[in-house]
Every structure is written in C-alpha cells, then in structure tokens.
C-alpha cells in the first residue's frame, strides 16, 4: 500500500478510530487493494501516484496540513470525470465498510440488536 | 505435489461443479476436483460477514467489469463456489424462459419434461423451504408495503433447512453436493488454480494446476484425465478456455442483472442477520425488487453513495436495511484474456433502455419502502438525492444517469452458451465444446441469456442433465 493511500484512508475514516483500529483498517484496505484484478489495480495505483504528486507539491509549497490532501479528495469526489470520482468513492467504500465493521466487531456483546 | 490422475477433472466447485462431481462420482468415475479456494468448513464463518467477505470471496468482491457505467460484481473463491456467499433463493427455470431458449438457441433435450425431472431430481436431493413461522421484519416489511400498494409478492423458497428451533442452514454445495461426491470417492483439491486445460491432438487430456507454497513461490503439477469439465462460472470458466487457446465465441456475450441499491431507514430496529426472502412479482420479469446482506458494513456502503460523511445517518444503522432492484438488461458483455493480466478483463455495456428500467425500478422500489414505513431511503447514486417523502421520488427518474449511478450484481451468464448453432454457441446441447473433443463446460457459462430469476436452481438441474448425459454417452 502508498503511503498516500495509508493518508487517504486516514482522512476518510469515520470519527476518531485510534491507531490500532486505524491500523487495522488501512491494513484491510491495502490488503483488498493487492488482490483487486491487475488491471482495476494499476488504475487505482496511477491516481495514487497523480494524487502523491499533487499532495508533494502542495508540501513543497509550504501546505503541510492534511487539509490541502482534503480538498484534492473533495474536488476528485465532485469531478466529472468518473476515474477521479471512482478512485475516491473506492477507497471511501473500503475504509468505511471496514471500519464499521471492525466497531461491529469489537462491540460487546448484547450492545447491538 | 505429483501429477493426478483420474477418470474426470471438474475445474471448479459451485452449483454446476459440486453437482457434476457428485453425479459423475456416484456414476462409478473416478473424479478429481480442482478448486482454485480455500476449503472452508460451512459453519466456520457467519454469512454474510466480514470475515467471509476475506475468506471466501475472489478479489474480497472488489471487481468489476468496465463500462459506462462500471458494474462491480462478486464470485465465490472457495469449496462450493457462489454457493458459499449468495442468499440461496431457488426458483425454477420459467417455462417460457425454456422454451425460448429451446428454440432460439436449438438446444436438444431440453423439453419442459426433461427439465422438470432435473428440477424434481435436484429438489429431492437438497432441502429446499420457507422460512416456518413468521419471517424476519426485514422481509416481512416488504410484503408489508407490496399490500399496502396493492401489489402482489411472495416468499421465495429457499436452498435451507430448518431445525426444531427454527435456525436456519443454507444448503450450499460444501453442506451436500461437495460431500457427496467425496462420499463416493471424489478427490477435491482446493487451493490450486487451473492454469490451462492440456489439448493433444485435438482432445483434452487434463488440466495443468499450481498452487502457492508457504514461502510464496508456485508448486506446479498437473491433473491428467481423459474427460475434462470446467465449471468455474461465466467468468473464470471461458478465461481458461481462452488460456487454453480456445477463444472464438468463447467468453462473448456475457450477460447479468444489474441492480441498483437503496439503504432504508425506518423508525424502529430491524434486524441483520439474514437476506428478505420476499420479492415484489408485480412487474414483469425484467423487473426484480427484494431484499439485500444488510450488516453494519453492507449498510454503511449503501448509504454513502447518497450521502457520505452523514454520521447520523450511519449511526442508525439499526434502523436501517438494504434493498435492491435488479433488471434484466439487454445490454451485453465480453470476457478477455490478455497477456501480463493473471485475473481477465470484462466489459458490459448497459443500454439506454436498461437505464429506463432500473430508474423505474428504482421508483418502484421507493414507493415500496415508504408504503412499508421508510422515513428516509439512500439511494446508490453519487450524491443522492436522499429522500424522506413519496412525494419527492421523481427527481429519481432523472438520478440515474451513467456518470452517477453505482450498480452491481452477482448473477452471471452465458459466456460459452449451448446450442446447435455454432454460429451462436460455442457448447453444444450438452455442453461439449466444438473443436476439442473431451471437453465440457457445466455452469452459468452454457445460460443462453441472464434467466431474470435467481439461475442457483437452473445451473443445478442443467448440469444434473448434462452429467447424466455424459454417464449415458461415454
């Protein structure tokens, strides 16, 4: 997995999961995104490597925080070209389904119905 | 590992596998199963979790075939195929369906009393229910709504027992077909992927397998057998034949049932633990709409197309069950092969008409779950619009557009179909592949068309037919 992955997932995980649970979450993450069809995941990694370098140059500007990162995310998110909005709405739908997942499953018993 | 070698090797071990294997095994063959999935025993993992979604699901269900629209899709990659993960719905084959098939396709042996044996000899075989007692809320709320709007639907039996208690077991091939045949003396191997069907002289004489080591490198071996099925699904089973070096209609016109989600919200909880049984069979049979897996996670994703980052929506998670609409398209699709790429590339192409229909199924869909008391309804479609009144579901004729909305599906077909027009089919009535002899294909692939229904309950009977067939003819 990228670290700019590892980032994104970060930035889009719900609420304030703690390191463990964020650990667990980007490692599914990464995990699903090695064992998606070759050619699904070169696609995913070219955006990665477009969104690292957009995310490199803001730093090299002196735009350190996460929210520049943010609002890449949200303008790919809102485009009209489907491979931007797509790579957002993949990595959003596996940190998501992961994470509320994983709170499922860390629930105590008898908490949920 | 050494080379096997046996009577048959069946690639593969969902519905048309498991029943090839069990029916060839308990015929007096010598059967060897290549399954490319772990085997994983039926009550290890809770249905429909996220431990399955790892385990048994190929590519953790991240795939899908390219398109305007992108349909993602989901295959079972273990011991008992898609068995392991769909809902186990069994309907039949509709007679009209049969019959088109029959004519169009000029398939053999496929008379409305021949298909009915298979039908009756596979549900004698396997439990097939109703849910005893009332059935869960989740399902319940849609017969509710369907009365409501004067709509007629029905529970859908089941591939399920049922114990004194009422607890449910789905009947998936790792629960009867799969142990079966190892009953009458069938090997499975599983864990080990078949690379290429081996051809000399024009027959099949095997399947060249590998399966990875502990350290990560490819042990290689090869299974040789005189006859040789493949049943790895409309995917899977013309990727290896076009591996193999068989291509020509092998792998076109692939066809499914896209289907379009919706997360419902309702004012009191509901529960999770199973997929709706019940199903509006008010419209044609173009038109499906039921009930979808709706754990925390399954609903977490079917509300954030709609409305990401909305934590009180995702909070109420409880409250809150998926549903879907499903179509059957007249779109179609392709399956490829191509150097460098281990996984093979599809493509779907939807129609102008197929959007018509899912956005009208989507409507219907809402009607459906405000008439059964829905507060709020997600749709999965980019940026919504969520709705919280009947009132307001027209602005979703106009949502579902190529650039918004998010479909998937999990029925497959008709990739290697069967019939006695070769300029239509790559399998004959049996599914014999033209122009190599000893070769089989019996699964979804030989499906002349996507069937409208859930096809669990066709694939099991045709294969059932051709497995007799071969018993009776070699």
Known sequence: MRRIERRVVALLARGEPGAARLEAIQAYVGETLRLMPDHLRWGVALESAVLGAADAAGRAAGLLDDGRLRLILERWEASSVTPLRQYVRLLRSLTLYAGEELEHAAAPAGAVA | ?474
């Not at chain 2, 490319?36 to 429909?48: S, V």
């Not at chain 2, 849910?131 to 509710?144: M, T, Y």
């Not at chain 2, 008010?282 to 409305?307: C, K, Q």
């Open chain 2, 1 to 474: 590992m050494t080379d096997l070698r046996a009577d048959v090797v069946v690639v593969g071990s969902g519905a048309g596998g498991a029943v090839t294997a069990a029916t060839l095994a308990e015929g007096g063959r010598d059967v060897c199963v290549v399954e490319e999935g772990p085997w994983i025993a039926p009550d290890e993992l809770e249905p429909f979790s996220f431990e399955e979604m790892r385990a048994k699901y190929r590519h953790r269900g991240l795939t899908a075939a390219l398109g305007r629209p992108g349909i993602a899709y989901a295959e079972g990659r273990c011991v008992g195929g898609s068995t392991e993960i769909n809902s186990g719905l069994y309907r039949r084959l509709p007679e009209d369906l049969a019959a088109r098939w029959r004519e169009r396709g000029r398939i053999l042996d496929f008379t409305p009393d021949i298909l009915d044996h298979y039908a009756s000899t596979i549900e004698a075989e396997i439990e097939i229910s109703t849910v005893p007692g009332a059935p869960p809320l989740s399902s319940a709320l849609i017969e509710r709504g369907a009365t409501k709007l004067g709509w007629r639907s029905t529970e859908f039996a089941r591939l399920f027992s049922y114990a004194p208690d009422g607890r449910g077991t789905k009947q998936t091939m790792a629960r009867t077909f799969v142990p079966r045949a190892v009953a009458a003396g069938a090997r499975i191997v599983p864990d080990t992927e078949a690379v290429r069907v081996l051809v000399d002289g024009g027959r099949a004489i095997g399947v060249a397998c590998r399966r990875r080591r502990p350290d990560g490198t490819w042990e290689r071996f090869e299974v040789r057998a005189p006859e040789v099925f493949v049943c790895g699904g409309a995917i899977q089973s013309p990727a290896l034949l076009q591996r193999s070096g068989i291509r020509g209609l092998v792998g076109s016109g692939l066809e499914f049932h896209p289907t379009i989600k919706v997360a419902a919200r309702f004012p009191h909880p509901i529960d999770h633990d199973d997929v709706p049984m019940h199903r509006v069979t008010e419209f044609p049979s173009n038109l499906t709409i039921g009930g979808s897996a709706s754990t925390r996670g399954h609903v977490a994703l079917a509300i954030a197309d709609a409305a990401p980052g909305d934590d009180e929506a995702l909070d109420a998670w409880e409250s809150t069950a998926v549903y879907y609409t499903a179509i059957k398209s007249e779109g179609h699709g392709r399956v490829w092969t191509l150097p460098g790429l281990h996984a093979p590339v599809v493509a779907y192409s939807l129609t102008e008409a197929d959007l018509s229909l899912l956005a009208r199924g989507l409507v219907h869909l809402g009607e459906l779950l405000f008439a059964a008391g829905a507060t709020a309804l997600y749709p999965s479609i980019a940026g919504g619009p969520v709705l919280h009144r009947r009132e307001d579901l027209v602005s979703w004729w106009d949502a579902v557009d190529r650039n918004r909305v998010n479909l998937m599906t999990v029925h497959l077909a008709s990739t290697i179909r069967m019939g006695e027009d070769p300029a239509r089919a790559a399998a004959d009535s049996f599914g014999r592949i033209r122009g190599v002899a000893n070769l089989r294909v019996n699964d979804a692939s030989l499906l002349p068309t996507a069937p409208g229904v859930n096809p669990q309950a066709a694939i099991m009977a045709i294969a059932r037919r051709n497995a007799d067939h071969f018993l009776a003819n070699t």
